[in-house]
């Protein structure tokens, strides 16, 4: 018998089994050998367990129910003569587990799905709702005996609680583990971008970095806020790069940058940027007042946008294409000592991108916002302006794709929103998974609610948030999308105060550690940043709040 992959799923009614089997089917091709298959009417497939089908397998029990589905899934290896790979949907024991892997040996995997009864029987009675005289759970689960669910637990070879998972979350966690990815490729300017619907803690993990590199770019606009703290007090980046005024770096603000020309000179002021280091592109849009006003009329109120004006000065600088309204950062004349005149452009960062190549320089561009607020990729409408993935990072800051070296995806283990906007119209900022409270978060981690819930306010508008659990799929589109080679998790604290004290991978919570590798499961990349906290009022006798695992770094070779 050729050499194909077998998965075996096993749990209780109810924990996913028909979903993922179902998925795995649709999503990487692989044919299930199902007991619903004694069904002739397709719609009984992927159902769960129904009368009829429950008498016909009570009469195969009593015969021969344990090799059945063995014999099956050989005869279905003999069909599927091109080493399709298999899901077995499902066995209820470890001697049917046993049983298949003397058959097939390493190619099997088992994979066992488990939550919690309530949770079980809250979606059993949902998945009824509606029949005239549904079985009861406990008769419909044929998976009962303590020993036999323990047993089946420390055989698989993977476990997925699926308490807080749909079938495309559990399909993520599965799949990686099959090693049904592709993996990214490394390739030579590293990106940092966020992972979730950003607020991710970006501006930290760019501050620890900068002082790797030689060049710093910034894209996006000022309704994106990074915060960073550092031994001489925290501030808020909205256009400069994250730790501008902490580093040497050369300073460069691509041609997709939107401007608030007050914001962006007040920070130059403040963080002391000379033009010896900051070059702004000439094609950078300038943000007018009246595309301020214009957010607030509609988006402010319907989606909790910032009101920043930067989706209205991108909206003009299109419409307005062969007018004179529109004003771009060339035209502007207190951006002279930043962007030079015509014929002698100083910050036309194409140009400066090439210098540091040539020169052999570090390079970090650092993209705002995150994955899942990218206006083509996001949940329409509940999106930003601009595509906030490393494409559309690189183009905004003129950076070819063959370029990059390194992608960094910044994810927090529990994903925040904006608050949904005030007023009585249900409108909403958009949506979570698996929403929750950072009361909920605090009990959960031994945190302080109260401080919690204090310092969840966004950096721009400093609006409440709203947070949910960690979303599986989300993460795994997130990596399709920008097939990182390195994933920064930060608020590590969020999944248990101890954390807060840890200064080497190994002084995590146990718990923390299998999330981590999860993660590196699911994206095929190391997770090789761990931000510990992130506090916005800093102790300045000890800042360290990150565990570096990484096994390079970005300065170049004339350091």
């Known amino acids: 018998m050729e050499t194909r992959q077998i998965v075996v799923i096993s749990g209780k009614t109810c924990s996913g089994k028909s979903g993922l089997a179902s998925l795995l089917e649709k999503e990487f091709g692989f044919a299930v050998v199902s007991n619903r298959r004694f069904i002739d009417d397709p719609q009984w497939r992927l159902r769960m367990e129904q009368p009829e089908m429950l008498d016909r397998r009570r009469e195969l029990d009593d015969v021969d129910f344990n090799q059945w589905m063995l014999l099956e899934t050989r005869a279905m290896c003999e069909k599927e003569k091109d080493g399709r790979p298999l899901v077995v949907d499902h066995l209820n024991t470890l001697e049917q587990v046993l049983q298949f892997r003397q058959a097939f040996g390493a190619d099997l995997v088992h994979v066992h799905l488990y939550a919690g009864d309530p949770t079980l029987q809250a979606r059993y009675a949902k998945r009824v709702e509606g029949d005239s005289d549904p079985l009861p759970y406990d008769d419909v689960n044929q998976l ?25 979350d559990t399909l993520v966690r599965v799949a990686a583990r099959l090693h049904l990815y592709t993996p990214p490729e490394i390739r030579c300017v590293d990106v940092l971008i966020g992972g979730q619907y950003g607020s991710e803690g970006k501006g930290n993990i760019v501050a620890y970095l900068a002082r790797e ?11 994106a806020g990074h915060t960073v703290a550092s031994a001489v007090g925290t501030f808020t980046y909205h256009h400069l790069p994250s730790a501008s005024r902490d580093v040497t ?54 989606i909790a946008s910032t009101g920043s004006g930067s989706g209205a000065a991108a909206a003009r600088r299109i419409l307005s294409r062969g007018k004179a309204t529109i004003r771009l950062a060339k035209d502007v004349d207190e951006l002279r000592p930043y962007v030079g005149t015509p014929g002698n452009y100083r910050g036309s960062t194409s140009d400066r991108l090439e210098e540091a190549y040539r020169s052999g320089q570090s390079i970090l561009l650092e993209g705002t916002q995150g994955s899942g607020l990218s206006i083509f990729h996001g949940d329409y409408p509940y999106v930003t302006s601009r595509d906030t993935n490393v494409a559309g990072c690189l183009a905004e800051a003129g950076i070819s794709p063959s370029r990059v070296r390194k992608i960094l995806m910044v994810i927090r283990p529990m994903p925040i929103r904006v608050g949904d906007p005030d007023g009585s119209e249900g409108h909403i900022s958009g949506r979570l998974k698996h929403p929750t409270t950072f009361d909920e978060i605090a009990q959960f981690a031994d945190l302080e609610a109260d401080a919690l819930n204090a310092a969840e306010k966004t950096s721009t508008t400093n609006r409440n948030r709203k947070v949910g659990w960690f979303e599986w799929d989300q993460f795994r589109k997130a990596c399709a999308l920008n097939a990182p080679t390195d994933i920064v998790l930060t608020f590590a604290d969020y999944l248990k105060a101890t954390n807060r004290n840890a200064r080497r991978f190994e002084q995590l919570h146990s718990d923390t550690i299998k999330f981590v590798e999860e993660l590196e499961r699911v994206s095929q990349a190391p997770v090789s940043l761990i931000n510990t906290r992130f506090t916005r009022d800093p102790d300045p006798s000890d800042l360290r709040s990150l565990i570096d695992r990484r096994n390079w770094t970005a300065r170049s070779d004339r350091r």
């Open 213 to 223: 590199y030689d060049v710093m770019v910034r894209v996006g606009g000022p309704n």
């Open 144 to 168: 009962k005996d303590a020993a036999e669910i323990q047993a089946l637990k420390d055989d698989a070879d993977v476990r997925v609680y699926t308490e807080r998972s749909d079938s495309n």
């Open 249 to 302: 770096a050369r300073l460069l603000l691509g041609p997709g940058m939107t401007i608030h020309l007050p914001g962006l000179l007040k920070e130059i002021d403040d963080c002391s940027i000379g033009p010896d280091r900051l070059f702004i592109d000439p094609q950078a849009t300038i943000i007018e007042e009246a595309d301020r006003d214009a957010e607030q009329v509609h988006l402010v109120s319907t």
